[in-house]
C-alpha cells in the first residue's frame, strides 16, 4: 500500500480547495440553511473534470479511480462544502454503469458523468427495506421488450434535481428468493413516476424523497448489468458509496477540527488562550486523531477498491465508513464544546452540521450494521438475525 | 504574420502563501519559504500568455509557453502548477550560488535563461512578487535582453509584430505599443486566471521540464548571489503584534467617530 500521494493526486487536492475556497463557506451554509443544491459550484467542479476524475478517459472521463473521486469530496468537505450528490451520481450510478452497462449505456450516459452535467440519484431504500435489503419488493415486470415497475422508494436523496434516478428493484419471478437486483435508470419525468420530499430535519444543501413507481414503463435499454446480474453489479455501486461517505465525514470532521483549533488559540478566558488548558486541548488532539485514522481506513479502502480488490474492498470500505462518522460525529462535538455559546451560534457555522454528521451514522449502512458486518465476516461470529 | 504562433516565455515565482504569517529567517534576512505557492500576481501573467495562444490554435499550431522560475529545488512547484494551468514547458533555473541574489542577480540569471530559449515574441511577467515586491525585475530584464518593455498591462492585444497595452491610471488610461520581441507586466485587472483542471494535472506530466544550473548558463557563482548583488538587506524586525484596534460603538454618531478617527491618524 502506497502512503504517500502522486504528484497528480496533491495537486487535484489542491485545485479543489482554490475552486471550493473561492465559494467560500458563506455559500455553502447559505446553501444547506436553504436546503437549496449548489448547483454553481457542481456545475464548475464538473466542467473542470474534479466529478469525472473516475470515468473512464475513453468517455472523456479522468480515468482515475474511488481513491480520487474520494479526496475530492474530501477536500471539498473540509471546507464546509459537502457535494452529498458525489456519493450518489458519480460514485455509486456512474461506477455501476461504468462496470456493468452496455456499450450504448456508456456512450449514452458516461460522458454526462465526466463533466457532471448529468445527475442521478440512487434508490434502493424502501419503507420495509432500509437495513434489511432483501426485503426489497419494487418489483420489474417484463412486457413484450418493456419493463414495468412498481414499488415505493424512501429518503431518497437530491430526486429534484437530478435527471435520472438508479432503481433497485428485483425481478418478479425472484420475488422471494435471494436478493437479485435488477437497476434500471429511470428518467425523472418518465410517466406513473411521483416524488415527494420527505420532510427532515437535517440542515443540508440536498433533500430526501419518497418515491412512487405505479405502472412505471422503462424501455429494455434501460436495464443495467441485465436482468440475473451478479450481486456484485450492486456491490460495485454499494462500496464506493461506503467510501464515499466516509470522504464526507472525514471532511466533516477536519472543518470542525480546524474552526475550533483557531478558534482556541485566539480566545483567552482567564488570561491566556482556552487551548492552553487541556481540558480543550486534549480532545481536540484526539478527535484530530480520530478523524485522520479514519481517514487512512477510507484511503485503504478506496486504494483496494480501485485495484479490484472486492473483499477486502467492502471490508474495509465498512470499517471507514464507521469509523469515520463516528469520528466527525464527535470531533463535531468537541468542536461545539470548544467554542462555549459561539458553538452554538449561526456564525461558527458548527451546530447546523450535526445534523449532517449525524447522517453518517445511520446512512448509507448503519452503524449498527457494520457492526453486524464486521462481527460475521471479519470475525467470523455467529448472526443473531 | 497576422495570426502566426507565439513563443511566450512568462515567469512565474515561487512565493511564501499570504494565507501565512511571513517569516525572514538567517542572517542574510531571506525569506521563510515553507509554505509556498505559485505567486497570484504571476498567474495573470500566465492567463494573458494562454489567452493569446489559445486564439491562435494553442500548442498544436506551434505555440509555445514557456513558465519560466528561478530558485530552489522547491520552486519546481510553481512550474509545474504553471503546467498544469496550461503553459507547454517548464524551465527552471536552481542552483546553490543563486541563494540570496537580489533583483539585479536574479535579472542576470533570467535573462541567460531566456536566451537559452531562441527567438522569443514576449517575455510577460506579473506587476510584482508578493514576497519581494520591488517590480524591478521586469525592466531590468527587458534592458538585459535589449527589449521594449511595457509595463503594469491592464490588457493586452497582438496584432502582426505589434502589443498594443492599456496601461490604466488613477483618472487617465492610456494604450501604448511595442514592436515584437517585447516584454510585457500585467497588473491583477489584466484577466481572470482560469485554475487547473483534472486534464491540465494529469497532461502537466508528460510536459517537458528542464532544469538548468548556473554553468548551463554560462554564468559563475560571482555573478549572482550576495557576491552578485547591488544590494543587500542590512536589518530587518519583524511587524510589532498587532494590537487591540479601537472599536467604535454605534450610538448615532459612528460616522462621525470613525472621521475623527481617520484624521487624528493623517489618513485622510
Ligand atoms: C440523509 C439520508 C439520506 C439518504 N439517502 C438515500 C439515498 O439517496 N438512497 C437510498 O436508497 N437510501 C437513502 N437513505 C436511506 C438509508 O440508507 C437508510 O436510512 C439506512 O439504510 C437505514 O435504514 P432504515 O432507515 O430503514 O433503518 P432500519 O433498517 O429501520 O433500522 C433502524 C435501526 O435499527 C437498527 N437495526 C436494524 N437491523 C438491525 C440488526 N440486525 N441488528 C442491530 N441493529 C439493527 C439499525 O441499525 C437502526 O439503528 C438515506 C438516509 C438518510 C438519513
Not at chain 1, 420475488?175 to 410517466?191: D, I, K, N, Q, Y
Not at chain 1, 482567564?270 to 480520530?290: F, N
Not at chain 2, 485587472?189 to 532544469?211: C, H, V, W
Amino acid at each position: 500500500m502506497k502512503h504517500v500521494e502522486t504528484e497528480e493526486q496533491q495537486a487535484l487536492r489542491s485545485a479543489v480547495r482554490d475552486i471550493v475556497g473561492r465559494y467560500g463557506v458563506e455559500y455553502a451554509n447559505k446553501h444547506a440553511r436553504a436546503g437549496e443544491s449548489m448547483t454553481e459550484l457542481w456545475q464548475e467542479m464538473g466542467e473542470a473534470g474534479f466529478l469525472g476524475v473516475a470515468v473512464p478517459e475513453e468517455y472523456g472521463g479522468g480515468g482515475c479511480g474511488i481513491y480520487e473521486l474520494a479526496a475530492v469530496l474530501e477536500e471539498a468537505s473540509t471546507l464546509g462544502a459537502s457535494l452529498i450528490m458525489m456519493v450518489v451520481s458519480p460514485a455509486i450510478c456512474g461506477t455501476v454503469i461504468a462496470k456493468y452497462g452496455t456499450d450504448e449505456q456508456k456512450q449514452r450516459w458516461l460522458p454526462g458523468f465526466a463533466d457532471g452535467s448529468i445527475v442521478m440519484a440512487f434508490g434502493i431504500t424502501e419503507p420495509d427495506a432500509g437495513s434489511n435489503t432483501h426485503n426489497i419488493s419494487t418489483v420489474a415486470r417484463r412486457d413484450g421488450d418493456d419493463w414495468v415497475l412498481n414499488g415505493r422508494k424512501v429518503y431518497v436523496t437530491g430526486v429534484n434535481n437530478a435527471d435520472y434516478v438508479l432503481i433497485v428493484a428485483r425481478t418478479v419471478d425472484e420475488r422471494s428468493g435471494r436478493l437479485r437486483p435488477a437497476m434500471f435508470v429511470l428518467p425523472r419525468e418518465t410517466p406513473g413516476f411521483e416524488y415527494r420530499e420527505v420532510d427532515m430535519d437535517i440542515i443540508e444543501s440536498e433533500k430526501q424523497y419518497l418515491l412512487f413507481l405505479d405502472d412505471v414503463r422503462l424501455p429494455a435499454e434501460a436495464l443495467v448489468g441485465g436482468a440475473d446480474a451478479p450481486l456484485e453489479a450492486l456491490f460495485a455501486g454499494l462500496n464506493p458509496e461506503r467510501i464515499m461517505t466516509a470522504a464526507i465525514a472525514v471532511g466533516t470532521g477536519r472543518y470542525a477540527i480546524n474552526i475550533a483549533a483557531e478558534y482556541v488559540k485566539e480566545r483567552s478566558v482567564w488570561g491566556q488562550p482556552i487551548g492552553a488548558h487541556q481540558g480543550i486541548s486534549h480532545p481536540l488532539a484526539k478527535s484530530h486523531i480520530e478523524v485522520e485514522l479514519s481517514r487512512l481506513m477510507m484511503l485503504h479502502a478506496a486504494a483496494l477498491y480501485d485495484a479490484g480488490e472486492d473483499k477486502a474492498a467492502g471490508e474495509a470500505a465498512n470499517m471507514a465508513k464507521y469509523s469515520a462518522a463516528e469520528a466527525s460525529i464527535n470531533a463535531l462535538d468537541t468542536a461545539i464544546q470548544s467554542l462555549g455559546g459561539n458553538g452554538l451560534s449561526k456564525e461558527y457555522g458548527l451546530a447546523q452540521m450535526l445534523g449532517l454528521a449525524r447522517i453518517g451514522r445511520v446512512a448509507p449502512v448503519s452503524r449498527e450494521m457494520v457492526l453486524n458486518f464486521v462481527a460475521q465476516h471479519s470475525l467470523g461470529l455467529p448472526k443473531s438475525y | 504574420m497576422e495570426n502566426s504562433a507565439l513563443n511566450i516565455v512568462v515567469l512565474v515565482k515561487y512565493v511564501p502563501d499570504a494565507q501565512f504569517d511571513r517569516h525572514l529567517i538567517g542572517d542574510a534576512h531571506t525569506i521563510d519559504r515553507s509554505e509556498s505557492i505559485l505567486s497570484e500576481l504571476d498567474e495573470y501573467a500566465l492567463e494573458a500568455a494562454l489567452a493569446l495562444t489559445d486564439a491562435r490554435g494553442g500548442a498544436k499550431a506551434g505555440n509555445v509557453v514557456t513558465a519560466l522560475t528561478l530558485g530552489p529545488a522547491s520552486a519546481a512547484v510553481a512550474v509545474k502548477k504553471s503546467l498544469q494551468i496550461g503553459a507547454t514547458q517548464g524551465l527552471h533555473v536552481n542552483d546553490d550560488a543563486l541563494a540570496g541574489s537580489d533583483a539585479w542577480a536574479t535579472s542576470l540569471a533570467l535573462a541567460a535563461a531566456i536566451k537559452t530559449l531562441g527567438p522569443v515574441d514576449l517575455v510577460i511577467t506579473g506587476m510584482a512578487s508578493t514576497d519581494g515586491e520591488t517590480s524591478i525585475i521586469p525592466a531590468q530584464l527587458a534592458a538585459r535582453l535589449g527589449l521594449p518593455q511595457v509595463t503594469f498591462a491592464s490588457a493586452l492585444e497582438v496584432d502582426g509584430g505589434t502589443v498594443t497595452a492599456r496601461r490604466d491610471g488613477d483618472d487617465y488610461s492610456e494604450e501604448i505599443q511595442a514592436s515584437l520581441p517585447a516584454l510585457v507586466s500585467v497588473t491583477d485587472q489584466a484577466n481572470d486566471p482560469r485554475y487547473p483542471n483534472f486534464k491540465g494535472i494529469i497532461a502537466a506530466k508528460k510536459k517537458k521540464m528542464t532544469t538548468m544550473s548556473l554553468a548551463d548558463l554560462g554564468l559563475s557563482a560571482s555573478d549572482v548571489g550576495l557576491a552578485g548583488s547591488l544590494t543587500t538587506v542590512s536589518a530587518a524586525a519583524e511587524r510589532p503584534a498587532r494590537t487591540a484596534g479601537t472599536i467604535i460603538t454605534d450610538s448615532g454618531d459612528a460616522g462621525i467617530q470613525l472621521v475623527d478617527f481617520l484624521a487624528a491618524q493623517k489618513l485622510i
